[in-house]
Nanobody
Framework: QVQLVESGGGLVQAGGSLRLSCAPS????????MGWFRQAPGKEREVVAV????????YYADSVKGRFSISRVNVKSTVYLQMNSLKPEDTAVYYC?????????????????WGQGTQVTVSS
């Protein structure tokens, strides 16, 4: 069964940093864009950042611009999310996904593959 496996979540104080990783299990994803999404308690899932296979196009939600950075290593189909200057409002379950770039950004359920999620909690 194809899976995306996230890691790196945890508890951090406001102002701190975390680095999330997402790696495939069962296959690689050549040509796929990959992205990070999050869902806070009582809120809808939202897109955080998306990167194309080439890395030439990157999208960030306004709420994370200047603080988060997405990157990838294609030989491993692994994608990372470096999160700096974390705020309590960044607290959420973070999900990794693979699909086409524009669908990941614009469609609520536009991913072809999803991970199981990793919890990020930012204390004030």
């Amino acid at each position: 069964q194809v899976q995306l496996v996230e890691s790196g979540g945890g508890l951090v104080q406001a102002g701190g940093s975390l680095r999330l990783s997402c790696a495939p299990s069962g296959r690689t994803f050549p040509g796929y864009a990959m992205g990070w999404f999050r869902q806070a308690p009582g809120k809808e899932r939202e897109v955080v950042a998306v990167i194309t296979w080439s890395g030439l196009s990157i999208y960030y939600a306004d709420s994370v611009k200047g603080r988060f950075s997405i990157s990838r290593v294609n030989v491993k189909s692994t994608v990372y999310l470096q999160m700096n200057s974390l705020k309590p409002e960044d607290t959420a379950v973070y999900y990794c996904a693979a699909g086409t770039y524009h669908r990941l950004i614009s469609e609520f359920d536009g991913a072809d593959y999803w991970g199981q999620g990793t919890q990020v909690t930012v204390s004030s």
